[in-house]
């Protein structure tokens, strides 16, 4: 079973991915900061990362340039609120740039160009 972690402050989002993703065959590891999501994937070593941008502290942009430094291989998806975002040349780095919607149609069919499933 492949293991994505969820990075987002959100815990609306994080119980709408999780239940989703999961119903959809995948294990899913979360974290509610920035911070925490480094640790967890250094401990944990996903094999895709869902990652909010806006969260206190550490922002997903920055997230992002740290996760790739430590594992370049492993799939990040930025899920932003805003579209704006998709504009910033730090979100390039990303591997997809998905908006944050109720429905996760589009979530679930980056999640499988990645990872499969």
Do not use: C
């Amino acid at each position: 079973m492949k293991k994505i972690l969820l990075v987002d402050d959100d815990e609306s989002i994080q119980l709408l991915y999780r239940e989703e993703l999961e119903d959809a065959g995948f294990q899913v590891i979360s974290a509610i900061n920035g911070s925490e999501g480094l640790e967890t994937f250094q401990r944990e070593m996903p094999d895709l990362v869902i990652l909010d941008i806006q969260m206190p502290g550490l922002n997903g942009i920055e997230v992002l340039r740290q996760m790739k430094m430590l594992k370049a291989d492993v799939p990040i998806i930025l899920s932003s609120a805003y579209h704006e975002y998709k504009q910033d040349l730090g979100a390039w780095a990303s591997d997809e740039y998905v908006v944050k919607s109720a429905d996760i149609g589009d979530l679930l069919k980056a999640v499988r160009k990645h990872i499969g499933n």
